[in-house]
Structure formats: C-alpha cells, structure tokens
C-alpha cells in the first residue's frame, strides 16, 4: 500500500513539467496577440504617419488590403487626407481585442499651407494579426451637414470612456444585438419602440444633433414615425463591443429605398454607448455626398 502510494506520488511530480510546459508562456502570446495597450499604440502610431505623411513607418502585413471611400487602393497613404502637413484636432479611439479592430473617429486638416485649408470627417479601420495591419479602410468627407464644419469639433465626447457599474452592463452579444436593431429600424424592419432607447438619448451626424434639434425635431426612435426617414442598411458589420464602457462600434451601408429615391445612402460608421441595456447616445461619420460601396464584405452595399 505505502509502495502504491509512493509510485502514485513520484508520478505525478514527473508529470508536473509536462503539465507546464504545454502552457505558452506570457511572452509567446503576447508575441502574437494585440491587446488593448498593443491596439492603441497601433493607432497612435498610424495617426502619427498620417500626420506627418510617413505611410512607409506603418506595421502593414504583407498581403494588406485598403480602401478609401470604398475604392481599392495600391497601398497606405494614397487617400485625399494624406499630404505634406496634417493635424488631427479631433480624434476617437476604439479598439477590440477579440476581433483585432483599431478604428479612430476624427477630423483632418491640412491647415496651416499656402493654400486654402481643408477639413475633411474622417473614420479609419485597422485590422490587427500578427501586430500588424492587415485591413485599412478609411472614410473621409470634406463638406457638411447643416452647416457645421469639420473644423468645429475639438474634443470627443467622453461618455465613451466612462466605466459603467457592473449592473448596468450588457453582454459582447447583447452589444452588438442592440446595434443591429438599431440598423432594422432605419429599415423598418421593425417597429421603433422595439429597439431599446434610453431616456437621454441623442444623436449626432458629423459633428450635428440630427434629434431633438431644429434640423430633426423627432427623438431617436421618434425620428422613424416619419415613412420617409428610411434606408435600407446592408452589409452590417460589427467591430467594437466594450463591455465595461458599454460602447458599440459598427458599420451599414444605408442604402437608398426605391420608394424614397431623394434620400441619399452611404457607407456610415456608427458608435452607440449602450447604458442599462439602453441606446444612450449615436454619433455618426459618413461621406454626406454618398457612398455606394464599403469595399469590403460580402452581397448588396459591399
């Protein structure tokens, strides 16, 4: 009995190594994953090369794929917002470790130069493998929505950042589920009060309040009473769900409606902050003159 449990003893501490030796080690993953220091820092350094027109100093992979407003490119830095001299007054970061996305909302500028400035709403989103970016794909519009410039957005609206309590939390797959209700609704897919609106919920469009404003009087969901205020949102992707800040970023192509030909689509970035389990706040960064392809996915508004 005593020698049984000698050998049972002397087993294990020989399999104790093996067991150990089958977990990677903290450096092999972090040699391989991208968390959300990792993800960050790609986007301070992507909007430093832009900055400073140093597409070259980004960490591409090698079969990297971009667009710009939807069109294909030959590489990084080909797009109308890369130039000699840049500023970026303007900037919201969001990352996802899970699916690897890196996106910043913003405004660029080619102010001061000899010539006239130009402002331009701008959206990036990187795809991170390996450390390095495998997809980019850029939006950029230089007009306006009811009249307010991109150059009159300074800082980014914090309620973002805030940390909800535990409670008021929802799920990575309730995240995304309340976004894409959000999508059915501008369709009509389903009734408005379907979708969960929070109380102090408001909407913003580059840089305007599209509710409770002088331009939409209706709230968020009250907006949809109208038949006219309808697009049909195809190829829905969803690329940021932050758990504990309760943030959603994801992207439609609103396409235009046959019964409503005037209403103009394009490919939208839309960052919800989702609260008790409730839409609390939009903001939206577009091409206000249309786009009708994203350039990526699959079947009708790819």
């Known amino acids: 009995m005593i020698r049984n449990r000698c050998l049972m003893a002397l087993l294990a501490l020989l399999s104790a190594?093996?067991?150990?030796?089958?977990?990677?080690?903290p450096a092999a993953v972090a040699a391989t994953s991208c968390d959300r220091h990792c993800l960050l820092q790609v986007l301070t350094d992507y909007s430093e090369a832009l900055v400073f027109n140093e597409p070259d100093t980004l960490p591409l992979a090698m079969a990297v794929r971009?667009?710009?407003?939807?069109?294909?490119?030959?590489?990084?830095?080909?797009s109308e917002v890369w130039g000699?001299?840049?500023r970026m007054p303007f900037r919201q970061a969001l990352v996802d470790p899970q699916t690897g996305a890196a996106i910043m909302l913003g405004v660029v500028t080619n102010a001061p130069t000899r010539n006239a400035a130009r402002?331009?709403?701008?959206?990036?989103?990187?795809?991170?493998?390996q450390r390095r970016i495998s997809e980019l794909e850029e939006?950029?519009?230089?007009?306006t929505l009811g009249g307010t410039p991109a150059s009159s957005l300074r800082?980014?609206?914090?309620?973002?950042?805030?940390?909800?309590p535990v409670a008021e939390r929802s799920t990575r797959e309730q995240l995304f589920a309340i976004a894409d209700s959000y999508f059915?609704?501008?369709?009509?897919?389903i009734p408005y009060r379907q979708v969960p609106w929070h109380p102090e919920c408001q909407r913003i469009e580059l840089g305007v309040f599209t509710v409770n404003s002088e331009l939409m009087s209706g709230s968020c969901g009250g907006e949809f009473r109208n038949p006219a205020t309808k697009w049909n949102v195809r190829n829905r992707r969803f690329y940021v769900a932050d758990v504990e800040r309760g943030v959603v970023l994801a992207i439609g192509n609103f396409t235009t409606p046959p019964e409503y030909p005037n209403n103009n689509g394009s490919v939208v970035f839309e960052l919800f902050k989702i609260q008790d389990g409730m839409i609390r706040h939009i903001e939206a960064?577009?091409?206000?003159?249309g786009q009708l392809h994203s350039g990526w996915g699959e079947g009708p508004g790819s």
């Open 184 to 189: 059915s609704a501008v369709g009509h897919e």
């Open 139 to 143: 939006i950029s519009f230089d007009g």
């Open 285 to 289: 960064i577009f091409r206000g003159n």
């Open 155 to 164: 800082l980014p609206e914090r309620v973002f950042d805030s940390v909800l």
């Open 84 to 86: 000699a001299i840049r």
């Open 17 to 25: 190594p093996i067991v150990q030796a089958a977990t990677p080690a």
């Open 119 to 129: 402002w331009w709403f701008y959206a990036v989103r990187l795809k991170v493998e």
């Open 66 to 78: 971009v667009t710009a407003n939807g069109v294909l490119q030959s590489g990084a830095g080909k």
